[in-house]
């Protein structure tokens, strides 16, 4: 049986799909000459409607097996495909993790806090005691507290401060200091921008080999790792970080200490010193007895919270929540895939277009980014020990 329908060719470059327009003229042809000829090629005649139905099912099957093909090349596989290629790496994706917070908890010394009390943030989210904690006879304990809802909570210090449940002898909690902020389920673009940085994953003893394997480490969302090679004291960074003489510098966002610290051991070996403000005792597990030990340092970024002012040109098709709609844009575009990283230099004007495309109509004037209110500018350099971030109350925006 032979068909006027052009088929799908596979080719050097890829896969070659016929264009929906010659698949509609190779059915029409089939039926054409299946009932003698002379048919009425008019879309609107029964013939036409049942050319018209049998193309456009040839067509979605083409784009199927297109999609499928395109699922074979890891810069757009998706789903289980992008999974089944990451194996091949040793990699799996990275789930969604859970924002965590030291409160200090005030009350009447000699009261039991059970694991599971709830407070709330200024946001409404909940975060949850960890443990049965007492209450010393200073009447305050700090105590850690995770969020129930999993993803990119974020709670500047202060904001966790409301009693969910009341509890007889706890008067209030605070968090002094800002919570570490969990991370969403991995996307695809963000999946595959690690796996393209994973390829020194299986070397040893380089600065890339270290940064592959701490950013494979799970629950860990930013990595930055630099190494002093001469034999003075440098300093690197906007912050002007002071690294020893031949030595190795990691800085970790999120994941576990004792994971950080044998990685780091594991890839760079010995011979350098640490720097950081984190310290872990680890052991050399290639050893049966007598395991050698050591002391590894890294660092846990400070968060480098920026400040943003944007201007907009007043008029009357502005809808009434563009503001939200902007400091919402900003405020994704912080987690996606090309977010901000530790040491990245944030360019004001890069974020012009997420700005734009957030409000239908919106006319720009200006973006302006800064390290507070009153140094803003059309630039921002974060250190190597500090991890950008922002959040709706930095973001003013006017109408001029």
């Not at 690294?243 to 004792?258: F, I, N, P, Q, T």
Request: net charge negative; hydrophobic share 40%; proline share 3%.
């Amino acid at each position: 049986m032979t068909t006027n329908v052009p088929k799908i060719e596979f080719t050097d470059t890829g896969l070659s799909i016929p264009q929906q327009a010659q698949v509609l003229s190779g059915v029409q042809a089939d039926i054409n000459e299946a009932f003698g000829g002379n048919l009425s090629q008019n879309l609107e005649t029964p013939q036409g409607q049942l050319a018209s139905s049998m193309a456009a099912i040839v067509g979605d099957a083409n784009n199927q097996l297109a999609q499928l093909s395109n699922n074979f090349d890891p810069q757009y596989s998706t789903g289980v495909w992008q999974d089944a290629l990451a194996k091949i790496y040793f990699l799996t994706r990275k789930t969604a993790t859970y924002s965590y917070a030291y409160c200090d908890i005030l009350g009447m010394s000699g009261v039991t806090v059970p694991a599971g009390f709830l407070v709330k943030d200024e946001s409404g989210y909940l975060w949850a005691l960890e443990s049965d904690t007492a209450i010393p006879v200073s009447g305050t304990v700090s105590a850690l507290f995770t969020c129930t809802t999993s993803g990119a909570v974020v709670a500047l210090s202060g904001a966790i401060s409301s009693v969910y449940s009341a509890l007889d002898g706890v008067d209030r909690v605070s968090n002094p200091n800002d919570a570490v902020v969990g991370q969403n389920t991995e996307t695809r673009e963000e999946f595959e921008f690690r796996r393209q940085n994973s390829v020194a994953k299986n070397s040893y003893g380089t600065t890339y080999a270290v940064y592959s394997e701490v950013f494979n480490l799970s629950g860990v969302s930013d990595v930055f790792v630099y190494d002093n090679k001469t034999g003075n004291e440098i300093t690197y960074g906007a912050t002007n970080y002071m690294m020893d003489a031949h030595s190795l510098y990691v800085a970790a966002v999120g994941g576990d200490d004792e994971a950080i610290a044998k990685a780091i051991l594991l890839k760079a070996g010995n011979g350098a010193s640490y720097m950081g403000n984190t310290s872990v005792l680890v052991y050399d597990e290639t050893f049966e007895n007598l395991k050698p030990e050591y002391t590894i340092k890294f660092q846990r970024p400070s968060v480098l919270q920026t400040h943003w002012d944007i201007r907009v040109e007043e008029s009357a098709d502005l809808p009434a929540d563009f503001a939200v709609k902007i400091a919402n844009a900003i405020v994704n575009a912080f987690s996606g895939v090309n977010r901000p990283r530790i040491g990245s230099h944030i360019h004001a004007m890069k974020f012009v277009p997420t700005i734009i495309e957030a409000v239908d109509g919106l006319h720009l004037i200006s973006v302006q980014v800064g390290k507070s209110s009153l140094t803003l500018g059309a630039s921002v350099v974060a250190g190597i020990d500090e991890v950008p971030a922002v959040s709706f109350s930095n973001i003013n925006v006017q109408v001029v």
